[in-house]
């Protein structure tokens, strides 16, 4: 009887955690997307230059490699991932700011898109409850070769290609929305704070692509 | 090229370094994915590639 009891309570146990897991992801993603709203704002308000913008970005992925690792099992995390997505909010407000100055309709377009797509993608893993750990090569492939022809393009300028790159971050950003709440419903990912920085990129580079895209083919 | 073009560049070429090893990985810890997987893979993808062109559209007119 009390074996039956343990077998019938563990996996409670792991729905408890799940559950656990995917509230703390969703409370510290706002909080950081909004952090990171109001560090892009100041740094619109600031005119930072884009030669700022990158030194904030390079900050913040020199920290999400090397010291978030360290410190998302301790309640250092926090202040580190608030200090990683305000540095990529800051690094992001130059592009902004250069598209509000051609047409702010094209930023808020792509503020609500990116939220819609996020919701409707996390929606769908969390209520047809499919694993899509299958896709883990598929994506890190895709944004080798994605990264690849963005780096290519800086020297050939290729608007074609520039366009290519930003359709092909949305899907793979797309992707990576899913897998990694679908690994979070499958207690593939039980850190919450590493959790939130991967979400968090993911919609990050889903806004700035969305926001190149529509910059570029919004006009006639 | 100016300095942020090359800063650009260089921050790339770390990402792809950085990438590789782990790309590597992945493609040999995950596990291959059935036909109904992909399925229902490109349902939501091409309902997101159907809501940007809808967007584009949107900025357009």
Known sequence: MLENQSVASRP?????????????????????????????????????????????????????????????NSAAGIPVIFA??????FGIGPMVAH??????????????????????????????????????GFLMVGMFVIIGASLLNIFLGIPALSLTVSAGVIMIMSGFILYETSSIIHGGETNYIMATASLFLSILNLFSALLHLLGALGDD | MNWVSIGSAALMIAMLIFIFPRM??????????????????????????????????????
Do not use: C
């Open chain 2, 24 to 61: 590597r990985q992945a493609m040999k810890e995950s596990p291959k994915g059935s036909s109904e997987d992909w399925k229902s893979f490109m349902i939501p993808l091409v309902a997101v590639i159907a809501f940007v062109v809808f967007l584009i559209m949107m900025v357009r007119s």
């Open chain 1, 12 to 72: 409670v146990e792991s729905v408890l955690s799940t559950n656990k897991v995917i509230r703390s992801t969703y409370q510290l993603l706002s909080m950081t997307l909004v952090f990171s709203g109001v560090m892009a704002y100041l740094s619109i308000a600031m005119q930072a230059s884009h030669g700022m913008g990158l030194v904030a970005t390079i900050a913040g992925i020199v920290m999400l490699w090397f010291v978030l690792p360290r410190t998302a």
């Open chain 1, 99 to 136: 598209y509000l100055a051609i047409n702010p309709s094209i930023v808020m377009t792509a503020l609500g898109g990116t939220g819609v797509i996020f919701l409707g993608l996390s929606g769908y893993a969390m209520t047809t409850r499919k694993d899509f750990s299958f896709m883990g």
């Open chain 1, 84 to 89: 990683i997505t305000g540095l990529l909010g």
